[in-house]
């Protein structure tokens, strides 16, 4: 298998800054890549290099064959983006977006017309296909951008954040999307604050903070790098929890984690159902307190804590109201 | 690479796309005409009432001027669209595709001479209401909307390159304003400038703006021999100075946009 994204010690600064600090990685052909980490660690700047919007400070990649700086219009030429922000115009209605898109990826206006047409219906637009881009919800948006991206038939697709900002069942929606494109063969680089995505969606996964790559695998092979099981205890009062890690310490084989808010002690530990009989002996007294008690497997989120000290931004997807994006007012008058 | 053809195939596409806003938000053209008829009402009846103009009425000196102060004006839309277009990601979006480098500058600057010429014809309608006229050939007259157009033209690329570095439809609004309000005004346009104070004085002389509005009184013939006769070079080749102009603008705002828009990201 070749690969259709070789990236060799890349850096970009900006400023005294460094965005991006030696990312190396491949993604294979056909294959998904999460690219994870939360704000700020640079997984856009990545993406917009790949994409030939910002030129690297050091290192090379190449996509599809071809390097991002030399050969930066042919590279245009092989991919699709869609960017953070669905970057569709609302003045035109959503077919004439794709149309816009599909001429000037240099498709004939037949073909672009024709292949507007059959993303429209396979986005479920069809019947939004004759309305300004302005009345359409968040999560059409983001759809109708995805589909430009598409238009073309790029070999690869770079997909910064699709979900950012959906409400969750239009973020199921664009799952069931994305995993459908990736099922048809298209190589896509992914970036997402949720360890939940990535777990649905990607083959393989590379972790990056500070603009360097700390952890790369399979879902499972970070699990693994994690190792042992979580305890889980979620009681009526979040006071309790401090006294409660204590009690457990002995049993914990890393820091156990409390959360305040939603009153929950994680405890990382080793060894299977027993343990967890044995924790709720050492809190006699207590139990009538906790309300929820659990045993699993670690999951991203704890991949992430272990590796990187802090959690994920934002490890529950933020909900928002599925109402158009009030992408700043319309009109340029003087 | 990409060729000429897709050069102007990619121009005409996004020209298109300009185009079709105005279509779908009809208050832009509104707003855009409404204004210069305010402007001529309010010139030609308030300033109109008090100033006169030695052989000629104050409609046919005025309208000239109102014509380059509104198209200079306009320049600021193509300004106020591109930082628009940045701050939406749809410049991100453009420059991802395989499309030519220079497209979207080209398809906006398109679009607002298709704007300008419609702002034009409404305010040469309002004109000749009010008792404006046309003295000269339809040639002639054809040719002083040229100059016009041309060089609302060149200052839609320096919008263009004010909008790529400003990034905020509003700041560019109002930052252009400081400097249009007195380009507009420190001229002939709606005064003779035989009484500005000295150092004024030669300033509007050889401000562009004053050649656009005396060429396109010349050629409108909205000029009387009884004027007094303005010897600044400038004003007596009025259609050769405002050319220079163009091609000086075009010149150096041209390759500068493009470069700027070519190395311009969103955030």
Known sequence: ?334 | MITVGQTVSDSLTITRRNLIKVKRVPDLLVFATLSPIMFVLLFRYVFGSAIPIQGISYAEFLLPGIFAQTVVFGATITGASIAEDLQKGLIDRFRSLPMSRSAVLVGRTFADVGLNVVTIAVMMITGLIVGWRIHTSPLEAVAGVLILLLFAYAMSWVMAYVGLLVRTPEVVNNASFIVIFPLTFIANTFVPTNNFPSVLRVIADWNPVSAVVQAARNLFGNTAPALPVNQAWSLQHPAVYVLIWVVLLLVVFVPLSVRTYQRTASR
């Open chain 1, 1 to 334: 298998m070749t690969d259709a994204i070789v990236v060799d010690g890349l850096v970009k600064r900006f400023g005294a800054t460094t965005a991006v600090d030696g990312v190396d990685l491949t993604v294979a052909e056909g294959t998904v890549l999460g690219l994870l980490g939360p704000n700020g660690a640079g997984k856009t700047t990545v993406v917009r290099v790949l994409t030939t919007l910002l030129l690297p400070d050091g290192g090379s990649a190449r996509v599809a064959g071809l390097d991002v700086v030399r050969d930066a219009d042919a590279v245009r030429a092989a991919i699709g983006l869609t960017g953070q922000y669905a970057a569709v115009d609302e003045y035109l209605t959503g077919f004439e977006n794709l149309v816009m898109v599909g001429r000037l990826y240099h498709l004939s206006k037949k073909e672009s017309r024709q292949r507007a047409g059959e993303l429209l219906e396979r986005f479920e637009l069809t019947d939004a296909a004759a309305r300004t881009a302005k009345t359409y919800s968040g999560g059409m948006r983001r759809r109708l951008d995805i589909a430009a991206s598409l238009i073309a038939r790029p070999r690869v697709l770079f997909l910064d954040e699709p979900t950012t900002g959906l409400d969750p069942r239009s973020r199921l929606a664009m799952w069931e999307f994305i995993a459908d494109l990736a099922d048809g063969g298209t190589t896509i680089l992914l970036t997402t604050q949720y360890l939940e995505e990535a777990d649905r969606l990607a083959d393989r996964m590379v972790v990056i903070d500070h603009g360097r790559v700390i952890a790369r695998g399979t879902g499972d092979e970070l699990k693994a790098q994690v190792g042992g099981q979580r305890l889980e205890f979620t009681v009526t009062r979040a006071e309790l929890l401090v006294r409660m890690a204590e009690r457990l310490r002995p049993l914990a084989i890393d820091e156990p984690q409390i959360d305040a808010q939603s009153r929950r002690l994680t405890v990382p530990v080793r060894g299977g159902a027993e343990v967890l009989a044995e924790a709720l002996r050492w809190l006699e007294g207590q139990t009538a307190e906790i309300v929820d008690v659990g045993l699993r497997r670690p999951d991203l989120d704890d991949v992430f804590l272990t590796l990187t000290g802090h959690a994920a931004e934002s490890a529950t997807p933020a909900t928002e109201e599925p109402e158009p994006v009030p992408a700043g007012r319309g009109g340029s008058g003087r």
